[in-house]
């Protein structure tokens, strides 16, 4: 039971989290500082809790540190996808580039991201050293040395690119994608990680009750999902299903700029009452709950 229950709420969480993030980053921008700002709070939260509970070596801990992780993580996710924390390059890839200038030109893209997050990992380090439950850290590390491996992939050329998670403000970084049937990346990338998951479960298999079944097994969890995304970037399954209510807030948003630049239109081809509808409407646009 318990390894059930340790699977179940790593795949519920990594879902519900994904989604959530989706959905967030797909609201007007308008609401991105205040997104930020809260999330911002939870994460300093979630530092706090992982320090905390890092030295709690029972079941309870194990799922406090992943959770605590996960939020972390979920700042990254959300500070580069509203476009806070990137890179110093905004462009697309230059025309013609190729090898080594365009891999440069893409790290470009995500430097400052990638910066913040080895910074964080060693406050990790430092917040958990010699804690006896170190599932905080080890969950972090899983999640950013994946998602480095699925974008080398995506870089080198993989059949399904993923394209639609990404939100218009970061459509300029498709350009640095490649679509092609296999890269030699990938059956390494995929081999690796599946040998890495299977030392992960015999550890949760291997553990004595309590914080190291619980711990492992939602490492294991983890781990499985992220071969599964790695699977995801070949194979013809429509992925963005999963998330199909996270991204309900972009097309929310391109209905509501729809509705707007028609009231616009309206006001500058139309006559004196049109305009006087157009002016009335006009709060609605930009209430707080649009």
């Given at each position: 039971m318990d390894y059930v229950l340790a699977v179940v709420f790593a795949l519920f969480?990594?879902?519900?989290?994904t989604g959530a993030v989706l959905y967030l980053v797909g609201l007007p921008k308008r609401t991105h500082g205040w997104t930020m700002a809260i999330a911002s709070g939870l994460a300093i939260l979630a530092l706090i809790g992982l320090s905390v509970s890092s030295a709690d070596a029972t079941t309870l801990g194990a799922y406090c540190g992943f959770t605590c992780a996960l939020v972390v993580w979920g700042w990254h996710e959300m500070s580069f996808l509203t476009g806070m924390v990137t890179g110093p390059r905004t462009e697309p890839c230059p025309a013609g580039s190729k090898g080594w200038p365009r891999f440069a030109y893409a790290a470009q893209t995500l430097l400052y991201h990638e910066v913040a997050i080895l910074l964080t990992a060693g406050l990790l380090v430092f917040l958990t050293w010699g804690a006896p439950n170190q599932f905080a850290l080890w969950t972090f590390l899983v999640l950013w040395v994946m998602r480095l491996s699925?974008?080398?992939?995506v870089f080198l050329g993989v059949p399904n690119l993923t394209e639609e998670?990404?939100?218009d403000n970061l459509a300029f970084l498709k350009s640095y994608f490649k679509k092609r049937p296999m890269n030699l990346l990938f059956p390494v990338s995929v081999t690796v990680s599946t040998v890495v998951t299977w030392v992960l479960w015999e550890k949760a298999a291997a553990g004595t009750p309590g914080g190291e079944i619980a711990g492992f097994t939602m490492l294991t969890a983890l781990m499985a999902l992220a071969v599964l995304e790695h699977w995801f970037l070949v194979l013809p399954v429509p992925v963005a299903t999963l998330w199909r209510w996270g991204l309900l807030s972009r097309?929310?948003?391109t209905h509501d700029s729809t509705t707007r630049n028609d009231h616009e239109g309206l006001a500058h081809t139309s006559p004196v009452w049109?305009?006087?509808v157009v002016?009335?409407?006009?709060?609605l646009l930009t209430s707080p709950g649009r």
């Open positions: 969480l990594w879902w519900f989290s699925a974008n080398l992939n998670f990404l939100p097309a929310a948003d049109a305009k006087a002016k009335r409407d006009a709060p």
